[in-house]
Nanobody, 116 residues
Framework: QVQLVESGGGLVQPGGSLRLSCAASGSIGSINAMAWYRQAPGKEREFVARIFKIGTTTYADSAKDRFTISRDNAWNTVYLQMNSLKPEDTAVYYC??????????WGKGTLVTVSS
């Protein structure tokens, strides 16, 4: 299994920045990709950004040019740098890891609130 713990959420004003972290433990050597998803109140969970083991990244249109996903080389931690935040970015942000051994593993999420 892969265990994931998100941190870094909080309250930020519109236009501000936050950096989320996702600490991975367990069978991290089996991870092929890690991603961030989010779920706003009353809405379905949606994809935000993904990073593959080889370093390739993909983003949702809503995250392009504002968010950056990155990781350390050991897959211990994945980050999501979020800039120019908008009220519509308010959501619980979840970290996910795709493992070749155990499938998709999820963290419990961290709340991001963008409000003045």
């Amino acid at each position: 299994q892969v265990q994931l713990v998100e941190s870094g959420g909080g309250l930020v004003q519109p236009g501000g920045s936050l950096r989320l972290s996702c600490a991975a433990s367990g069978s991290i050597g089996s991870i092929n990709a890690m991603a961030w998803y989010r779920q706003a109140p009353g809405k379905e969970r949606e994809f935000v950004a993904r990073i593959f083991k080889i370093g390739t990244t993909t983003y949702a249109d809503s995250a392009k040019d504002r968010f950056t996903i990155s990781r350390d080389n050991a897959w211990n931690t994945v980050y999501l740098q979020m800039n120019s935040l908008k009220p519509e970015d308010t959501a619980v942000y979840y970290c996910a890891a795709a493992s070749l051994l155990t499938g998709v593993n999820w963290g419990k999420g961290t709340l991001v609130t963008v409000s003045s």
